[in-house]
């Protein structure tokens, strides 16, 4: 029987140990802080745990996805489309390159994207598709690259990159899903270009900051792939300051003007504790959605599964609907539940409903669906810092609020 006493419990904070805390201190009294040998390693790392052949780091998912796009050559007079359920940044990179937003209702009670409605908002202007591993689970990309191919002969490269794969590009935001996997393949290894988040509430935090993995079966140049990377993260500069520092090498040219970007040693060193851990932490999380899914379900409650024959997410969010409400009344048990101490949040308001992209001319009339599970979703916290106690805190809490309104 759990204590009912009130709890105070957040909706997703690091989890952050003291072999952290010492990794990041041994970086700072190294004297070497920005981009450097912990960058580096943090790099090959990753992409070991992957299985790609290289990795880039950068300080964010967002800029990833950005710079992904720029380095495909993708701006103005092009299309990309991704979701109408996700976060801002999934379309703010396609707005920063000049390219139009071309955004996709989901799937009818899905959080994934209607991969019919996918295929006919593919035209002759189509650069990429950017596809959303939310929750933490891999989309359905056997149907997504059978999409592309069915509608090659649309395709129109601007560039050799492009000419290259003579298809549109799959990049995904896979923010939520580092670790995941589906049909035998992890998260990384499937999409021609991936993008992980770092952020303070992801599964693996390096406080601020994200990576960039690419496919290694379809003979990209890798090393001529990092070095865009690290050019565009860099000011276009030909040299980081790690090579700058080897005498007599001072000396460097700026190739073109670009960005600033790069994912310091700090970042790095308590990333790299962070994935020695990682496996501990996506079976505590697969444990807490086993208790969610155990008291919620039976209750009528609809969720992503996380878990299935042939998939594993990597467990970020647990994405909770309660059948028979509206929005005014999710938003009401929110509340609820917060003055019981159980913070809760929502995954996510379809992009349509912000002033900005009302603003692009976005309507959420258009995006029937995606507004239907937007309506009554509510994410329960999920964390490696929960204790078995306080979960079941969280779903008799929830139990008792859904009575009450």
């Known amino acids: 029987m759990v204590d009912n006493k009130l709890r105070n419990i957040s909706f997703s904070p690091p989890d952050i140990t003291d072999a952290e805390i010492e990794e990041v201190t041994k970086a700072m009294r190294s004297g070497w802080i920005t981009t450097g040998p912990r960058t580096k390693e943090f790099e090959k790392r990753i992409a070991e745990?992957?299985?790609?052949?290289?990795?880039?780091?950068?300080?964010?998912?967002?800029?990833?996805?950005?710079?992904?796009?720029?380095?495909?050559?993708i701006g103005p007079g092009d299309e990309v489309i991704t979701s109408a359920y996700t976060y801002t940044a999934s379309a703010s990179v396609i707005n920063h390159v000049g390219a139009k937003i071309v955004l996709v209702?989901?799937?009818?009670?899905?959080?994934?994207?209607?991969?019919?409605?996918?295929?006919?908002?593919?035209?002759?202007?189509?650069k990429a598709i950017i596809p959303v591993d939310i929750g933490g689970k891999m989309s359905d990309y056997n149907t997504i690259y059978e999409i592309v191919e069915n509608k090659k002969e649309l395709f129109r490269p601007n560039n050799e990159l492009q000419s290259f794969f003579n298809r549109v590009i799959i990049m995904t935001d896979a923010a939520h899903a580092f670790g995941a996997e589906r049909n035998g393949k992890k998260c990384?290894?499937?999409?021609d270009f991936t993008c992980f988040s770092f952020h303070a509430v992801k599964n693996l935090t390096t406080a601020e900051g994200g990576a960039v993995v690419w496919r290694s079966d379809i003979e990209l140049d890798?090393?001529?792939?990092?070095?865009?990377?690290?050019?565009?993260?860099?000011?276009?500069?030909?040299?980081?300051?790690?090579?700058?520092?080897?005498?007599?090498a001072w000396e460097y040219d700026i190739i073109y003007p670009a960005y600033k970007c790069n994912m310091t040693d700090i970042m790095a060193g308590f990333g790299l504790v962070q994935l020695n851990r990682y496996q501990g932490l996506l079976n505590r999380r697969k444990k807490i959605i086993e208790m969610y899914d155990k008291v919620l379900l039976p209750l009528g409650i609809e969720s992503?599964?996380?878990?299935?024959?042939?998939?594993?997410?990597?467990g970020h969010l647990y994405l909770a609907r309660v059948p028979g409400i509206e929005e005014a009344k999710r938003n009401e048990i929110?509340?609820?539940?917060?003055?019981?101490?159980?913070a809760c949040n929502v995954h996510y308001k379809p992009l349509p409903m912000f002033t900005a992209y009302?603003?692009?001319?976005?309507?959420?009339?258009d995006y029937p669906n995606a507004?239907?599970?937007y309506k009554n979703e509510i994410s329960l916290p999920l964390h490696t810092l929960l204790s078995d106690e306080d979960v079941e805190y969280v779903v008799d809490t929830l139990k008792k609020v859904m009575k009450e309104v």
């Open 49 to 73: 745990y992957v299985g790609t052949n290289k990795a880039a780091c950068l300080n964010s998912a967002t800029a990833a996805m950005e710079l992904t796009l720029r380095i495909l050559g």
């Open 105 to 126: 209702d989901t799937y009818p009670n899905s959080f994934e994207m209607d991969y019919s409605k996918l295929a006919d908002a593919i035209t002759d202007k189509t």
């Open 188 to 191: 990384g290894q499937v999409a």
């Open 222 to 248: 890798d090393e001529w792939l990092y070095k865009q990377y690290m050019l565009y993260s860099l000011h276009g500069q030909s040299k980081d300051a790690l090579a700058k520092t080897q005498i007599g």
């Open 304 to 314: 992503l599964q996380h878990y299935g024959e042939d998939y594993a997410s990597s």
């Open 334 to 342: 929110i509340v609820k539940m917060a003055e019981a101490g159980v």
């Open 358 to 365: 009302k603003n692009l001319g976005f309507d959420i009339k």
């Open 371 to 373: 507004f239907s599970v």
